[in-house]
């Protein structure tokens, strides 16, 4: 009985490369979407979900540290004490006064937070909201409380506002370079995995070589292939009766027009055509190229088999010329 084994059947490197760079524009195609789908998604989720755009107005103060007994500055004051201070009932209060319940107390402790750098001399309170005017307004109303504070506490000699907040930036953090290249990297790789796991699970025949090399058996080649006439002749040209048994659709051979031709179709599909084919002394398998029909060719191969018809030799139809010429080095 006729076997065929696909997961030892050789990978054929050169092959698969040609029909990948065939497909090589889904992967552009790929890219492309992937990097508007990533890059819509991202924005969507920095600006339409997280309220819009951010504006952020900035109040830099310089101050000027007390002493203790020892003559040490008061250095203490860092990132997290300020912030805490900021986030102080006295502050919040008193900006939340000030707006008139515009802002919720929560929506002022958001929206404000303090900075301090390398130097504690130096203090940056910042105002971020989804709108320039309400962010200015905010850090004009900060500025006058922060100084108040400072005043009333020993570890501050002075305070002086060094850069005044005039006017909110848009500081919307929207990274769209990395979420376009994340989207075309995305893409780029699913469409290559992609048509890689298509290409190898695809069962269909491109070369004539390889319906020897899986069905074992001899193949006179496609058509418009030069050998074709010479392996025709030697095959064929004694036959009284030639069966062309057409796996898919019959496809009439030109090559094939003077000789004794019997056209049949598929025994699976049409059994009756089994005495038309029992009557030729010589019988051609014919299978369309790059038809995904690999099992449509083992089924036909396995029923002529049963009926212990032997098969002669095989033609590829309707191959591609260009991928065989490729294939080849340009000669067929």
């Known amino acids: 009985m006729w076997e065929c084994e696909y997961a030892k059947e050789s990978v054929d490197y050169k092959l698969l490369g040609l029909r990948f760079l065939r497909k090589i524009w889904i992967v552009a195609v790929s890219a492309v979407i992937g990097c508007v ?15 819009g755009r951010v504006y952020q107005a900035d109040s830099l103060f310089y101050l000027k540290l007390g002493q ?3 003559g040490k500055e008061y250095d203490y004051y860092n990132y997290y004490t300020w912030n805490e201070i900021i986030d ?5 209060d008193e900006i939340y006064v000030k707006f008139e319940g515009r802002l919720t107390k929560d929506e002022i402790r958001d929206a404000v937070s303090a900075s301090v750098d390398f130097d504690p001399r130096y203090l940056i309170v910042s105002c971020r909201t989804h709108s320039g005017e309400l962010s200015l307004e905010l850090a004009k109303a900060v500025e006058p409380l ?26 919307t953090d929207i990274r769209m370079f990395n979420a376009c290249g994340l989207g075309f990297s995305l893409g780029i790789f699913f469409s290559v995995l992609g048509i890689l ?41 004694k036959a009284k009766k ?24 598929n025994p699976v599909e049409k059994p009756e055509e089994l005495e038309k ?28 088999a049963r009926q212990e018809i032997a098969v002669t030799a095989t033609v590829l ?9 490729a294939y080849y080095g340009r000669k067929k």
């Open 37 to 51: 789908l990533v890059a819509g998604l991202y924005y969507m989720a920095k600006i339409i979900q997280a309220g």
């Open 68 to 70: 203790d007994g020892t």
């Open 88 to 92: 102080s009932d006295f502050l919040v």
């Open 146 to 171: 922060v100084t108040a504070f400072v005043d009333t506490r020993k570890e501050f000699e002075s305070v002086e506002i060094t850069k005044s907040a005039e006017e909110a930036k848009d500081s």
């Open 197 to 237: 796991i298509a290409l190898t699970l695809d069962t269909s025949v491109y070369l004539p070589v390889t319906l020897e090399r899986r069905y074992h058996l001899v193949t006179l080649g496609a058509p418009f292939m030069s050998e074709f006439a010479s392996n025709l002749e030697h095959m064929l040209g």
């Open 242 to 265: 030639i069966a062309v048994v057409y796996t898919d659709t019959p496809v009439p051979v030109e090559e094939m027009d003077g000789l004794p031709v019997v056209i049949c179709e």
């Open 277 to 304: 084919i029992r009557e030729c002394d010589a019988v051609v398998l014919c299978v369309k190229a790059a038809g995904k029909n690999g099992k449509r060719v083992e089924r036909c191969l396995e029923q002529l």
């Open 317 to 325: 139809v309707e191959a591609d010329e260009k991928l065989i010429g």
